[in-house]
Nanobody, 118 residues
């Protein structure tokens, strides 16, 4: 079992910045992948940025150059630094982690709202 707790969402003007945090209840070395997804009422949940099982950071085309992933292993926390935010980045952002043992298990945080005003 993994509990994920997100924080850092809020309201920001276009062009502004926010940093999201996702803290796991266990050592993040034990997680196969970690990533951030976002969802709006109009769209399905989509991958924004994440670490592959090889530890490589990967980004959606819509956020490349603006969003940056990082990890703090001592704090069991993953961060998403978001800069030059646009109104279309407005969504609920969810942290995700996968654990692979005999099967693949998906874990989700509760979500944090990001609102970008124009």
């Amino acid at each position: 079992q993994v509990q994920l707790v997100e924080s850092g969402g809020g309201l920001v003007q276009a062009g502004g910045s926010l940093t999201l945090s996702c803290t796991a209840s266990r050592n993040i070395y034990t997680l196969n992948t970690m990533g951030w997804y976002r969802q709006t009422p109009e769209k399905q949940r989509e991958l924004v940025a994440g670490y592959t099982k090889w530890g490589v950071a990967d980004y959606a085309d819509t956020v490349k150059g603006r969003f940056t992933l990082s990890k703090d292993y001592a704090k069991n926390t993953m961060y998403l630094q978001m800069t030059n935010l646009k109104p279309e980045d407005t969504a609920v952002y969810y942290c995700n982690a996968q654990v692979q043992i005999a099967a693949t298990y998906d874990y989700w945080g509760q979500g944090t709202q990001v609102t970008v005003s124009s």
